[in-house]
């Protein structure tokens, strides 16, 4: 069956520290994937989308790489911010659009 | 900035009992979408819809759920007979199109809870 892994454990990482998240996937080819933030109580929020053709996706202080042949992506936040604090989800969109979540991993970023 | 809508944000029911969630999509978004989130697990799709009638639908989404888009502003999700767990979040989202820029936008969510 189709598996989005993402790490449980929340991520504890001091202002100013680079973030790293995983996320792996199985029994998948995606065309696409997806970063969402998601704060306690409130619907998820896009952050970035990476193309399977794209190795690498930048956004202002974020970055995310796609590897298919490990089925793995990373989502790195640079200079961490307290406000950077949240629930980030990983998901698979399928060609009708639907997309598949992994279960998040916090990060909490203290000062 | 346009954002998509929910209502209520709180909606307590008893066991067996019918309940409408109600969203307002972004007015020129094409694909709309229900997902539902029960307390510390991960958001799961429920169903997408688009042009007037259901794209994809999960093995969630059985019998008692259905959608509808009565007045081309509203999208709605019925339950038709409430059970305990389908207490949960429930999101729902909008989007220009299907996979292409693939952003989908949320709505606040409602909570459901079953008595």
């Known amino acids: 069956s189709q598996k989005i892994e993402q790490n449980s454990e929340a991520l504890n990482i001091q202002e100013g520290k680079t973030a790293t998240l995983t996320c792996n996937y199985t029994?998948?080819?995606?065309?696409?994937l997806q970063w969402y933030r998601q704060d306690p109580g409130r619907g998820p929020v896009f952050l970035l989308l990476i193309r399977e053709n794209e190795k690498e996706k930048r956004k202002e202080r974020l970055k995310v790489t796609f590897d298919t042949t490990l089925k793995q992506s990373l989502f790195h936040i640079t200079a961490s911010q307290p406000a950077d604090s949240a629930t980030y989800l990983c998901a698979l969109i399928d060609s009708w659009g639907k997309l598949q979540f992994g279960s998040g991993t916090q990060v909490v970023v203290t000062p | 900035e346009p954002e998509v809508t929910q209502t209520p944000s709180h909606q307590v029911t008893q066991m067996g009992q019918e309940v409408i969630l109600r969203c307002v999509p972004i007015s020129n978004h094409l694909y709309f979408y229900w997902y539902r989130q029960i307390l510390g697990q991960k958001v799961e799709f429920l169903v997408s819809?688009?042009?007037?009638?259901?794209?994809?639908k999960s093995e969630i989404f059985d019998d008692q759920f259905s959608v509808e888009r009565p007045d081309g502003s509203n999208f709605t999700l019925k339950i038709r007979s409430t059970k305990l767990e389908d207490s949960a979040m429930y999101f729902c989202a909008s989007s220009p199109d299907r996979v292409r820029s693939g952003e989908q936008f949320f709505g606040p969510g409602t909570r459901l809870t079953v008595l």
């Open positions: 029994n998948y080819s995606p065309a696409y």
């Open positions: 819809f688009y042009n007037n009638e259901i794209s994809e």
